[in-house]
């Protein structure tokens, strides 16, 4: 009885393969348990609250801009924007997140000032958010409501908490890049700190104490515009693809083959190959004072491997995938890698010749 009982080895192993069996087994249960979770997003009322406050004394500080403030404070408010904006398009969102370049510990240590002088919590969170941004591009999921319209996304994205879905979701992003970051999870420990003295004590004292301006320019210009200018500014990045994006229903014929060859139909080429170095985040491709200045850094020795796509390897890419049926992300990343090995380490001075 019992030795008729026991299924042999063989039947075992041939019917229920373990090691092909359990990952698909562990991945319907997290689908499963995914799919449970609540994606209600509740509004977060002290966001409200800082969002109605930093709208009122902003625009007041555009009053007291004109009214009371010397014009050194005004040069002054725009340099700390311009250094604010430029952490996170040229640190947080080239740098961390996308890693379309590498830097050295100088230009690393600098962009996290800058970030930081941005106001919108650590390189890390920032980072995180904006991977999960891209992973549910378009989709429900998405923290920035890219499936909805630009209100929604450069709105009330920042105004409600996560959803459990999202907070489940967030948690998924890999993030072992940056946290072997040794300046970014530093940033990370002591960011209160850090936007204490470098996001509010020190650009409010520099026109109390170095040119002997109002206090009304020094709290109302220098911090509260610039940082209603800088957080709009940085929003654009999620949100810009509603402006600068594919109108559907303007959508020409030939769309994909002029946007693939020419990539003249951004955003839509940045959420597919994320890793270009030359994509702006305001609707430009290859222009633009980031991606100017990832090539000085680079002139300068301070930034190396600057990562982006030749026409020709789109072509090669896009040809591929028709040829094989592989998906054509596959490919063109694949198409990109090769033709980067060929491109000699200095292509970026001389962009006519290789792009
Ligand atoms: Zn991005």
Redesign the pocket.
């Known amino acids: 009885m019992t030795t008729t009982s026991q299924p042999s080895t063989t039947t075992v192993t041939a019917t229920v393969p373990p090691a092909r069996n359990e990952p698909t087994q562990i991945k319907s249960d997290v689908d499963e348990k995914v799919a449970n979770l609540s994606a209600k997003r509740d509004a977060s009322w002290p966001s409200v609250l800082f969002y109605i406050h930093l709208n009122i004394l902003g625009l007041y500080g555009i009053m007291v801009l004109f009214t009371n403030a010397y014009f050194t404070t005004v040069i002054f408010t725009v340099f700390l924007s311009f250094i604010g904006i430029i952490g996170v398009t040229c640190g947080a969102?080239r740098l961390w997140?996308?890693q379309t370049y590498e830097a050295n510990t100088f230009l690393r240590l600098f962009l996290m000032l800058c970030q930081t002088m941005a106001g919108q919590g650590s390189i890390y969170d920032w980072v995180q958010y904006?991977r999960l941004?891209?992973r549910t591009f378009k989709t429900s999921d998405d923290p920035y409501y890219s499936e909805k319209d630009f209100l929604h996304a450069q709105v009330f994205a920042h105004i409600r908490n996560l959803s459990p879905k999202q907070e489940y979701l967030l948690k998924q992003v890999d993030m072992k890049d940056l946290e072997a970051d040794k300046i970014v999870m530093f940033q990370k420990k002591f960011y209160w700190i850090l936007y204490l003295i470098f996001f509010v004590l020190l650009p409010i004292n520099a026109p109390l104490e170095y040119w002997d301006d109002s206090i009304q320019a020094a709290l109302f210009v220098t911090f509260s515009l610039r940082y209603l200018i800088v957080l709009n500014i940085s929003w654009l990045?999620?949100s810009a693809h509603f402006i600068w994006g594919l109108d559907k229903k303007h959508k020409p014929s030939d769309s994909n083959m002029i946007f693939l060859v020419t990539k003249s139909y951004w955003p839509q080429y940045?959420?597919l190959l994320?890793f270009d170095y030359q994509t702006g985040?305001f609707g430009n491709y290859g222009s633009g004072c980031t991606t100017a200045l990832i090539r000085v850094f680079a002139a300068l020795g301070l930034a190396e491997n600057l990562k982006t796509m030749t026409s020709d390897a789109c072509k090669v890419g896009l040809s591929r995938s028709v040829d094989t049926g592989c998906p054509l992300v596959d490919c063109l990343t694949d198409a990109g890698k090769e033709s980067m090995e060929r491109l000699p380490r200095n292509h970026y001075l001389n962009k006519d010749k290789y792009f």
Request: no cysteine.
């Open positions: 969102h997140a996308h904006h941004h891209h990045i999620t940045h959420y994320p985040e």
